[in-house]
């Protein structure tokens, strides 16, 4: 039975089958620390308290999820934006094909790999979240899975997956029907370091295309979920810092313990200007071009492969941008 997206007479299940779609992830999971950064099973209960946002997450015996398991909300999350944004109907239990799923998010296709994932579901299954996080305009406390069930449907004789029905708690889809969600860079997946990608996903959530956002260590301590001692912390941020390797997002270290985040984009050399402005007329017609697409995401990647190729004068920024929103549009 199929109907309009989020109405109840919606199918039963959505199959996950837009290519290449657009990485995107949740605001509650990019701003809380709901995942483990721990490469170890992490079985520590993690109690969180910020700005009147309780959080508690409970893992099972095989640890809780960690922010690379998180790859499997987010595959989902961009699949069913890509569907509402093409008007097609979706529901909370997604039929996806595993080797779709390893390649989008870089990681590998052996033998391995689908143990991996079979592991990384039943973390995200096991692991029970508490919390007050209003998703949709909806405030409750509840307690849910990150997933709420899911099963292998079809396998190989040798029994690796092939393909698997995921169903998502009521929590995550109705932040998703919402579109209470962020563009992520694709090079997201290519980050090794579970603390670089938390890192990233706080500076996407927090400084979007803002001149810059400031934040204390201690606060970025508490919003990471990191276990270190602060002195730890602080060090591997340095490191950090020194790599250079977060995507959009450059890092630098201020006087009082302040952490700078500013946008790559907006990171000028002396007498280079602002680089090329956009008009808000450009913008609309990006965000016709690319529907449910984050516009200022798009700005900030098409300001960085400018700057990338050595910052050439633009006669028509505006024609400039949507020729490169065009290419875009056409790769979805």
């Known amino acids: 039975m199929t109907g309009a997206v989020g109405s109840p007479l919606q199918q039963d299940f959505f199959v996950c089958d837009f290519f290449a779609a657009v990485p995107k992830h949740d605001l509650a999971s990019m701003e809380h620390p709901l995942f483990s950064l721990s ?21 099972s015996v095989k640890g809780r999820a960690t922010i690379f398991d998180a790859d499997i909300l987010i595959f989902c999350i961009s699949q069913l934006m ?3 944004n093409a008007g097609r109907p979706t529901a ?9 799923l390893l390649i989008a998010t870089g ?10 994932l079979r592991d990384a579901f039943e973390r995200l299954a096991g692991t029970r979240i508490t919390t007050n996080i209003v998703t949709g305009e909806q405030e409750t406390t509840t307690g849910f899975g990150l997933i709420e069930s899911w099963q292998i449907v079809r396998k190989t004789r040798g029994g690796r997956m092939v393909s698997v029905a995921v169903t998502l708690s009521e929590w995550l889809y109705r932040a998703v029907l919402a579109k209470s969600v962020l563009t992520l860079s694709r090079d997201y997946f290519r980050m090794r370091k579970p603390l670089e990608r938390r890192i990233y996903e706080l500076a996407r959530k927090h400084c979007g295309r803002q001149p810059a956002w400031r934040v ?6 508490k919003k990471s979920g990191s276990a270190s001692p602060r002195r ?7 490191e950090i810092i020194r790599a250079g390797n977060l995507p959009d997002y450059d890092l630098a270290e201020e006087e009082g313990d302040i952490i700078r985040v500013t946008p790559k ?14 008009s808000p007329d450009a913008l609309d017609e ?36 949507l020729g490169w929103v065009k290419r875009q549009a056409g790769r979805a």
């Not at 490469?39 to 893992?59: A, C, W």
């Not at 909370?92 to 779709?100: E, N």
């Not at 984009?265 to 956009?278: F, H, K, S, Y």
């Open 82 to 84: 890509a569907a509402i």
């Open 216 to 221: 204390s260590v201690e606060t970025l301590l």
């Open 39 to 59: 490469t170890r099973p992490d079985r520590r209960i993690l109690e969180y308290d910020h700005n009147g946002v309780q959080v508690t997450v409970t893992p």
């Open 92 to 100: 909370r239990t997604l039929t996806l094909t595993a080797h779709d």
């Open 107 to 116: 990681r590998e296709t052996s033998g391995d790999g689908y143990k991996r």
């Open 286 to 321: 990006a965000r016709r071009l690319l529907p449910g697409a984050d516009v200022y995401a798009l700005e900030a990647e098409w300001r960085a492969m400018w700057a990338a190729t050595g910052k050439k004068v633009l006669r028509s920024p505006d024609k400039a941008f």
């Open 265 to 278: 984009a907006a990171v000028i050399e002396p007498g280079q200007g602002r680089g090329p402005q956009l």
């Open 232 to 238: 730890v912390f602080r060090a591997m941020l340095r």
